[in-house]
């Protein structure tokens, strides 16, 4: 997403790491090594324990791996 408005978040599904696997076809050490250096959406903290990611985020990654940076995503 290239403008700089914030996206909709209200009907956004948000996705547990086993969802988000399935749909990259990464790892999860993969997941969290990318999201580290900003080429991967950030999680979004459920609880102590518990993440996920927002769905439309990782539609973005998804529809163009290469280029993703989770600072232009926002």
Do not use: C
């Amino acid at each position: 997403m290239n403008d700089n408005s914030p996206k909709d978040r209200r009907k956004d599904r948000l996705l547990r790491i086993a969802q988000v696997r399935e749909r990259t076809g990464l790892s999860v050490a993969t997941v969290y090594r990318r999201e580290a250096v900003g080429t991967f959406p950030l999680r979004v903290r459920l609880g102590p324990r518990s993440v996920a990611w927002y769905e439309s985020d990782i539609d973005d990654f998804v529809a163009d791996p290469a280029e993703y940076r989770a600072d232009q995503a926002a």
